[in-house]
T-cell receptor, first 114, second 110 residues
Framework: EPEVTQTPSHQVTQMGQEVILRCVPI?????FYWYRQILGQKVEFLVS????????KSEIFDDQFSVERPDGSNFTLKIRSTKLEDSAMYFC????????????FGEGSWLTVV | GEDVEQSLFLSVREGDSSVINCTYT??????LYWYKQEPGAGLQLLTY?????DMKQDQRLTVLLNKKDKHLSLRIADTQTGDSAIYFC??????????FGTGTLLAVQP
């Protein structure tokens, strides 16, 4: 079964450092997402991306965050200057089309900011 | 705003049926999903239902949707210890943005 893959699985970073989380969506999918889950809390939407631009973002996704699809396969989330409260599991997801369909998630990248 | 609520905890005995409930507020939901999360792992898509359906069965899983009451349930028949996990209900509208519930921790006692 096709899957969304994410790297790294776990990263520890110092406050103020830049972090890039990487995702390889399912190959024929066109819509890409980042979500996060702070320990013990709900999974929250961050951003959706289609046709090389952001289509929707939440209020969490402030100027410290950016996304990019640098080539035909990778989809990255960059946090410019990490804060303690950015510690969370970050999930990448992808789907084939806009009409709903099935949305597949990766295994997640666990980010710890110290 | 949109909200999805679930009960936090359910305990069942192995072999019994489990029923996990979810309520949502967005009447324009297009799809409703159930995801499973095992400890330290990602979100595994279990099943989904389109909003114009009222039931979907997939092996041991049965999803019931009451659109009038905005109530969704997941029934797991013959629950096994391997079914122990957190189960998330989620809904999406036209933009595919998922709104997740709080998650229900299912504990299966041998």
């Amino acid at each position: 079964e096709p899957e969304v893959t994410q790297t790294p699985s776990h990263q520890v970073t110092q406050m103020g450092q830049e972090v890039i989380l990487r995702c390889v969506p399912i190959s024929n999918h066109l819509y890409f997402y980042w979500y996060r889950q702070i320990l013990g809390q709900k999974v929250e939407f961050l951003v959706s991306f289609y046709n090389n631009e952001i289509s929707e973002k939440s209020e969490i996704f402030d100027d410290q965050f950016s996304v990019e699809r640098p080539d035909g396969s990778n989809f990255t989330l960059k946090i410019r200057s990490t804060k303690l409260e950015d510690s969370a599991m970050y999930f990448c997801a992808s789907t084939l089309d806009r009409g709903g369909n099935t949305i597949y998630f990766g295994e997640g990248s666990w980010l710890t900011v110290v | 705003g949109e909200d999805v609520e679930q009960s936090l905890f359910l305990s069942v005995r192995e072999g019994d049926s489990s029923v996990i409930n979810c309520t949502y507020t967005d009447s324009s939901s297009t799809y409703l999903y159930w995801y499973k999360q095992e400890p330290g792992a990602g979100l595994q898509l279990l099943t989904y239902i389109f909003s114009n359906m009222d039931m979907k069965q997939d092996q041991r899983l049965t999803v019931l949707l009451n659109k009038k009451d905005k109530h969704l349930s997941l029934r797991i028949a013959d629950t096994q210890t391997g079914d122990s996990a957190i189960y998330f209900c989620a809904e999406s509208g036209a933009t595919n943005k998922l709104i997740f519930g709080t998650g229900t921790l299912l504990a299966v006692q041998p």
